[in-house]
């Protein structure tokens, strides 16, 4: 597995000569490895802030303990042994989530692909490409609509695997985001490698400004959003792939032909209202394709984002031109 630069990184612009609307602050950040990436947290500095560091990268680590599909005993491999069990409330409320995307495209995203993910990831070790009968196989096991939740109990049928990667670390942001606003914090940014919730204002005393890097060019910003108390996550092939056999294969697969995505889109970004939603619509934009992505974009309420082709064609929703503070050629 190759982890690749994150897509999405924070900004802080000089923007000498214009009325603050806020006042600036101070402010304390804190990077870690966690989550397979580095995440990055940023609040006003506070008598308490450095507590509520530790609290939010405590939380993250006991998050990840619960939907880890690489942690032998997270509460996600259990299930997957077990087919089903009992779930913790957050494992709940994430299923949950992740089955709303999954209903609104259309199976493109489908946490039950689980068993097609790991066989790529085995090839990737045994630097063999999968076997016809082997993917036919692992796709016969997917298919969101045949998982049980019934209370606190899940279901589902032998050989179905979970993988919660594709909105997972969306999820563990705001899980965090709402801890630290109900601590107090009234601004901050929670930057989970790419995956970014932002509330308030930054510490200039603007809306925060986050920059999307072009996928071609990693130094490069392709444009800068302004945004606040909104989530943004990018999926992009350029980040994340898996190499068989100096064969580049895309990290996120279709469900619908157990192949993986092969270069298109070569990259997804959603803003939304919260950053999990962000994170698996990215992902289910990222299967559909720049028309049927485009589409499902459109139709939500509350949810912008772009899309950009192998051949480097840029669309974006109608609304997107909200955020964009400058776009980048
Ligand atoms: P990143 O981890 O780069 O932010 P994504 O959010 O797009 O990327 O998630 C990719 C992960 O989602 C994969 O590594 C895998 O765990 C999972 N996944 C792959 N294909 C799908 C799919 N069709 N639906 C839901 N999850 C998927
Ligand atoms: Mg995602």
Same mark, same amino acid.
């Given at each position: 597995?190759?982890?690749?630069?994150?897509?999405?990184? =924070?900004?802080?612009?000089?923007?000498?000569?214009?009325?603050?609307?806020?006042?600036?602050?101070?402010?304390?950040?804190?990077?870690?490895?966690?989550?397979?990436?580095? #995440?990055?947290?940023?609040?006003?500095?506070?008598?308490?802030?450095?507590?509520?560091?530790?609290?939010? !990268?405590?939380?993250?680590?006991?998050?990840?303990?619960?939907?880890?599909?690489?942690?032998?005993?997270?509460?996600? $491999?259990?299930?997957?042994?077990?087919?089903? &069990?009992?779930?913790?409330?957050?494992?709940?409320?994430? *299923?949950?989530?992740?089955?709303?995307?999954?209903?609104?495209?259309?199976?493109?995203?489908?946490?039950? =692909? %689980?068993?097609?993910? $790991?066989?790529?990831?085995?090839?990737?070790?045994?630097?063999?490409?999968?076997?016809?009968?082997?993917?036919?196989?692992?796709?016969? +096991?997917?298919?969101?609509?045949?998982?049980? #939740? @019934?209370?606190?109990?899940?279901?589902?049928?032998?050989?179905?695997?979970?993988?919660?990667? &594709?909105?997972?670390?969306?999820?563990?942001?705001?899980?965090?985001?709402?801890?630290?606003?109900?601590? %107090?914090?009234?601004?901050?940014? #929670?930057?989970? %490698?790419?995956?970014?919730?932002?509330?308030? !204002?930054?510490?200039?005393?603007?809306?925060?400004?986050?920059?999307?890097?072009?996928?071609?060019?990693?130094?490069?910003?392709?444009?800068?959003?302004?945004?606040?108390?909104?989530? *943004?996550?990018?999926?992009?092939?350029?980040?994340?792939?898996?190499? *068989?056999?100096?064969?580049?294969?895309?990290?996120?697969?279709?469900?619908?032909?157990?192949?993986?995505?092969?270069? !298109?889109?070569?990259?997804?970004?959603? #803003?939304?209202?919260?950053?999990?939603?962000?994170?698996?619509?990215?992902?289910?934009?990222?299967?559909?394709?720049?028309?049927?992505?485009?589409?499902?974009?459109?139709?939500?309420?509350?949810? @912008?984002?772009?899309?950009?082709?192998?051949?480097?064609?840029?669309?974006?929703?109608?609304?997107?031109?909200?955020?964009?503070?400058? +776009?980048?050629?």
């Amino acid at each position: 597995m190759t982890y690749g630069r994150i897509a999405l990184f =924070c900004l802080v612009l000089s923007l000498s000569g214009i009325a603050l609307p806020y006042p600036r602050y101070q402010s304390i950040s804190r990077s870690e490895t966690v989550l397979g990436t580095v #995440v990055r947290i940023t609040l006003p500095e506070t008598p308490g802030t450095k507590e509520a560091l530790s609290g939010a !990268f405590d939380l993250i680590q006991s998050l990840e303990k619960v939907f880890s599909v690489h942690q032998s005993d997270s509460e996600l $491999s259990r299930i997957n042994r077990l087919h089903g &069990g009992r779930l913790s409330p957050a494992m709940k409320d994430l *299923i949950k989530r992740a089955l709303s995307i999954s209903q609104l495209s259309s199976g493109a995203f489908d946490p039950t =692909c %689980g068993a097609l993910v $790991s066989l790529y990831r085995k090839a990737e070790k045994t630097r063999r490409a999968p076997r016809e009968s082997e993917i036919i196989k692992a796709k016969e +096991s997917v298919g969101w609509e045949k998982l049980r #939740v @019934e209370g606190d109990h899940l279901s589902m049928p032998a050989g179905m695997k979970l993988d919660l990667g &594709g909105i997972a670390k969306g999820y563990i942001v705001d899980q965090v985001v709402r801890m630290l606003r109900v601590s %107090g914090f009234s601004h901050g940014l #929670v930057d989970g %490698g790419g995956d970014i919730f932002c509330w308030g !204002f930054n510490p200039e005393g603007y809306p925060w400004q986050v920059g999307i890097q072009n996928p071609w060019k990693a130094s490069n910003i392709l444009a800068i959003l302004s945004l606040s108390d909104r989530g *943004i996550a990018t999926s992009g092939d350029y980040q994340r792939y898996l190499m *068989i056999r100096g064969k580049k294969y895309g990290h996120i697969v279709d469900p619908r032909t157990g192949r993986t995505v092969q270069g !298109f889109p070569t990259s997804v970004t959603v #803003v939304a209202s919260d950053c999990a939603t962000a994170d698996g619509l990215a992902t289910a934009c990222f299967v559909l394709g720049r028309e049927q992505g485009m589409q499902l974009l459109r139709n939500l309420d509350g949810v @912008e984002g772009m899309i950009i082709d192998q051949d480097g064609q840029k669309v974006t929703t109608p609304g997107w031109a909200k955020f964009l503070l400058k +776009s980048v050629r």
